[in-house]
């Protein structure tokens, strides 16, 4: 072989490995996994779609190099671990558990890769050992109800000046939320204002909320954000629209749906956290060496909703 001749294929025998590689990576296809308490999560819902768009920031491209798997307990926490299970069998690389049930279930069902999302605070539930070194398999997102919950409050006493006492909704089964309605009891209380807590554990608990409600109202409802309240949060809406009080949520997805007001993190940027977590697992990172995220600072918005609120001014 001419020495022109091999030079020109050694050249392109060099530039061929690169491509060779980007096509590996290119190919490569990631499995996540989801977990919720409710029903699968949707893609065209508004935490699937954007949890959708925060990965394909990071180059995951849905049936290209990334395929989901999504799984619902339907309430039915009994069911979460055979759902981890069917992850775990899917060959997922990464869950993501929305909830505190669901995040425990995958901690004690599997030691595959978890991102916690909604899930109350992770430290005082006994998720992870700590928010900067978690250990385990878990990261995620933090929880900030005792930094948020005043601001909270004190929106609602802009709308209701003589707010003396404020009704907490909040299911008392999930022990996540129930932090979050401690939470607001210890910033009502520095605040002067009382606390009505109405706990429920199942749709049906809602009769007895707003029995207990009519038979003694309060002047503001604070609703703490899961699953099991946002499935009946429409009859939340008819009640406070029924009796004109000032109502407040933890995201805005609440007002657009017909709540009042909301005061809380933006649930794109939240997500957008989430996919850069997931990220960074599927590149190698373990889990127990990634820091959770806290939803703080430019992540929280103000919302009103002008026809809710014409309501209550009527």
Not at 58 to 78: K, S, V
Not at 180 to 203: C, H, N, T
Request: some cysteine; hydrophobic content about 45%; overall charge neutral.
């Amino acid at each position: 072989m001419r020495r022109r001749e091999f030079i020109a294929l050694f050249g392109c025998g060099v530039a061929a490995l690169p491509c060779v590689a980007i096509g590996q990576t290119a190919s490569k296809l990631y499995r996540v996994g989801s977990l919720n308490t409710a029903a699968p999560v949707a893609e065209n819902s508004p935490f699937g779609a954007a949890l959708i768009r925060g990965l394909a920031q990071h180059g995951y491209t849905r049936d290209r190099n990334l395929t989901f798997e999504h799984r619902g307990a339907e309430m039915h926490m009994d069911r979460l671990p055979r759902l981890v299970n069917e992850l775990v069998t899917s060959k997922v690389d990464v869950i993501v558990a929305l909830g505190y049930p669901s995040a425990l279930a995958a901690k004690q069902g599997t030691t595959l890769p978890v991102v916690s999302f909604t899930t109350g605070d992770p430290v005082g539930t006994g998720l992870v050992d700590g928010l900067a070194r978690p250990g385990g398999n878990i990261t995620g997102i933090s929880d900030v109800s005792a930094e948020v919950t005043p601001k909270r409050l004190e929106l609602l006493k802009e709308m209701a000046p003589g707010l003396r006492r404020v009704a907490v909704l909040w299911n008392a089964a999930d022990l996540g939320m129930t932090l979050r309605y401690r939470a607001a009891e210890a910033g009502a209380k520095a605040m002067g204002i009382s606390v009505q807590p109405l706990g429920v554990r199942e749709p049906n608990d809602f009769d007895q909320v707003f029995a207990a409600m009519n038979s003694d109202m309060p002047d503001a409802i604070l609703m703490v954000s899961d699953a099991l309240t946002s499935l009946n949060r429409k009859r939340v809406f008819e009640f406070v629209a029924a009796h004109r009080l000032p109502a407040i949520y933890e995201n805005d997805l609440y007002v657009r749906d017909g709540g009042l007001m909301s005061y809380g993190p933006d649930l794109n940027e939240s997500l957008a956290r989430v996919a850069a977590l997931v990220d960074r697992i599927l590149k190698g990172t373990k889990p127990a060496d990634l820091p959770f995220y806290a939803d703080l600072g430019r992540s929280l918005s103000l919302v009103r909703s002008s026809h809710s609120f014409a309501i209550m001014q009527s």
